[in-house]
């Protein structure tokens, strides 16, 4: 079956622009995660959606970066205003809620470079 | 703070050798354990996990070592090959969040 898929793969902007990225998750994975991986770094958790839920706002590094989830399904997550701190690898994860977050399975990300 | 620290930052294993990457934590809430695998490119993707309540894990050439009391896990890949080469990462769940270690670079060669 298909697996969660992220758009565009590549993006490169000028600094002060706005960015948006997209994220397909699994189909029926209720959970939905994105993280940032920057160069020689760990996965650094963003935000966090979880069915019909208030999502968890608490990894996100400032209020230039906000991420919404419609019907259940897609999520962009944007970036205005960018900035060269945040050229990153944007990982974008889906779960089952029955796997508590513990299995997650990842798309191939989207590499955004701001210059 | 880092909640989750990982060593080495990379390794190079012969083939055939053992790779061992070790992972420390302090959150004492922190109810399972997983191991994911990142090739270049890749998302990551899930190796194996362990739940705190057993010690020890294995599928095929990969194993989990836990230590509750020390707060310690550890991956071993036994009889490695070329096509373990790939960044590791380890990971702690904490309400239905994963917080990862910082990878391990693991290079194999022939």
């Known amino acids: 079956g298909a697996g969660v898929s992220q758009s565009p793969s590549n993006k490169v902007t000028e600094k002060g622009k706005d960015v948006e990225l997209r994220c397909d998750p699994i189909?029926?994975?209720?959970?939905l995660y994105w993280y940032r991986q920057s160069l020689g770094q760990g996965l650094e958790f963003l935000i966090y959606?979880?069915?019909?839920?208030?999502?968890?706002k608490s990894g996100l590094p400032s209020d230039r970066f906000s991420a919404e989830r419609t019907g259940g399904s897609v999520s962009t997550l944007t970036i205005q205003r960018t900035q060269q701190e945040d050229s990153a690898v944007y990982l974008c994860?889906?779960?089952?809620?029955?796997?508590?977050?513990?299995?997650?399975?990842f798309g191939p990300g989207t590499r955004l470079t701001v210059t | 703070q880092q909640q989750v620290k990982q060593s080495p930052q990379s390794l190079i294993v012969q083939k055939g050798g053992i790779s061992i990457i070790n992972c420390a934590y302090e959150?004492?809430?922190?109810?399972?354990f997983p191991w994911y695998q990142q090739f270049p490119g890749k998302g990551p993707a899930l190796l194996i996990a362990?739940?705190?309540?057993?010690s020890e894990k294995k599928e095929g050439r990969f194993t989990i070592s836990f230590n509750k009391s020390a707060k310690q896990f550890s991956l071993h890949i036994m009889d490695s090959q070329p096509g373990d080469s790939a960044t590791y990462f380890c990971?702690?769940?904490?309400?239905?969040?994963?917080?990862f270690g910082t990878g391990t670079r693991l290079q194999v060669f022939p």
């Open positions: 994860a889906s779960s089952l809620v029955r796997t508590g977050g513990g299995e997650q399975y």
């Open positions: 189909s029926g994975h209720t959970a």
């Open positions: 959606f979880q069915g019909n839920s208030a999502p968890d």
């Open positions: 959150n004492t809430a922190f109810d399972y």
């Open positions: 362990i739940r705190p309540d057993v």
């Open positions: 990971a702690a769940r904490e309400s239905d969040k994963l917080i």
